[in-house]
């Protein structure tokens, strides 16, 4: 049934994320994947099914623009995660 709360619950969104300079080392190393996601889901939920620190993220863009982590991912997304700049 169009509408039904169980259909649209298991519906999911896949989104690329690209995790720049050290954020990758939180992952297996690896730089790049595509997650899966049910609908609805968060950029910072992503994150914290990754293992990746939230503190750690200095921000994100996706199409060119700012994407903060309390915004919903959108099915084929492309994310880039950019880290925390520290020194001296």
Not at 39 to 62: I, K, Q, T, Y
């Amino acid at each position: 049934m169009k509408g039904d709360l169980r259909e649209d619950s298991m519906k999911s969104v896949k989104v690329r994320m690209v995790l720049r300079g050290g954020l990758a080392a939180y992952v297996s190393g690896k730089s790049e994947y595509t997650v899966e996601a049910p609908c609805g889901a968060r950029l910072r939920d992503l994150l914290m099914s990754l293992g990746v620190p939230l503190h750690e993220v200095m921000g994100a863009a996706s199409g060119g623009r700012i994407k903060r982590l309390d915004e919903e991912v959108l099915d084929g997304e492309s994310l880039e995660l950019f880290p925390v700049i520290s020194g001296g």
